[in-house]
């Protein structure tokens, strides 16, 4: 059973994570920038001529890796687990390369009762060699096995509040992505190894037709559309963004970017096309 003591006391203290222009690089193309080579302003995330780095790398660098596999004694089922959520909230430009230092800790363990999952929340404060705060990463995890640990008087924290939902009206802004057949076993070598990703044999024993797109990859792809409707590929102008994960991606599916903009905020949602099934909900996004 989920200990929430041990859950909530973890932290992964400083993971260093030096980075090149090749890995800024591999990360956008992971993300399908790049696809047009005659395309100047997607150029600028994949050549290293005046390169810029995706505001969405942040939530793969300096990971603290799967701890809730590794760290047995806190009692999570990391078989049940999904990852549910992603924000970010960028504090200073992400350099194109350079050494970070990543500061991951649980802020909130939910318990949703017995049968019915517990929710965790993790953050990580992501700074540069010098200190100075680049970023400020969040990943929620629906923890499907784990419900139930707080029956017995134990401790557990107040769900956050509600993400709003897209409007239920017509898109403001419609973009579609295309993603490769082999995009996943691309967007992999940016850290995520799972073999979910990669082995359709692996793939079939948990379910799956065939090895899904990363999460984060599909989190990843719909802050670039974000920056390509809103921000004319200038990654500055992107200052926050956070989506609710609500179905897996096929890679060599087209995604379609539905967006609404009220100012500086855009609210957001992403659709895979050919089965017209949402695979990002509650997206809500703030532009500078």
Known sequence: MLDYRKAR?????DVRHAYTAKDTM??????GLGADPLDQQQLRFVYEKDLAALPTMAAVLASPGFWMRERREIGIDFMKLVHGEQAVRLHALLPPTGTVVGRTRVTRVVDKGEGKGAILHAEKELADDDGRPLATVESVYFLRGDGGFSSAGGQADEAAAPSAPTPDTTPDHVLDLSTRPDQALLYRLSGDMNPLHAEPAFAARVGFARPILHGLATWGM??????????DFEPARLHAMRARLSAPVYPGETLRLESWRDGAEVAFRLRAVERDVLVLTHGRAELR
């Open 26 to 31: 591999l990360y956008a193309l992971g993300l």
């Open 9 to 13: 006391d973890w932290q992964s203290g």
């Open 222 to 231: 719909a802050g670039r559309g974000l920056i390509a409707a809103y921000a």
